[in-house]
């Protein structure tokens, strides 16, 4: 019997979903590397359009903790919406998921915090039967050691733990995509090695 590639961590786009979890500007004093996770959330935004893939975007109780940071543009979301709970997954999001993407089956996640609202995100999502890829230069917390154990975490539960660069080559799949120019050029400044995993979290 053939293996389900998408559970080995293939990408299709027609069945993928972008998660934007709660940049908000807020945060910034508190978050570690707090501009590198704003610049890959850029560049999956921007990806997002060349692949056609809708993007959610999470406000955690933005009457109090105030809106995405502006910078990022988010004026495309195909949804951005209030919650309070930490999970991503609401009743809202998951009816938006079912109509705008039938042949769901990919989540690609990022924001913060790691090891907190990413994290009871990713338990919804695999409980949901869906495979989710967490950008490790994507997603960060206030501690490093919070953002380390996190990402161990997810990975022994059965999530993806990938990059941004990784992620995008693996929706791009061919040299010969249309989009192949443009995603190259987003992914021309790789994240710095000093945000990567340490080797005690792998």
Known sequence: MARNIIKLGALEAQKTAFLLCDIQEVFRPHIKYFSEVVKVANKMVEAAKHFQIPVYVSEQYPKGLGHTTKDINIGEAAM????????MVTPELEGR???DVPGL???VLFGIECHVCIEQTVIDLINMDLSVHVLADGVSSRSLMDRELGLKRLQSIGCFVATSENVLFKLMKDKNHPAFKQISKLNSQPTPDEFGLTKSSL
């Open 97 to 99: 998921l079912k109509k």
């Open 105 to 107: 089956s990919s989540i």
């Open 80 to 87: 951005v919406y209030e919650k309070t709970k930490f999970s």
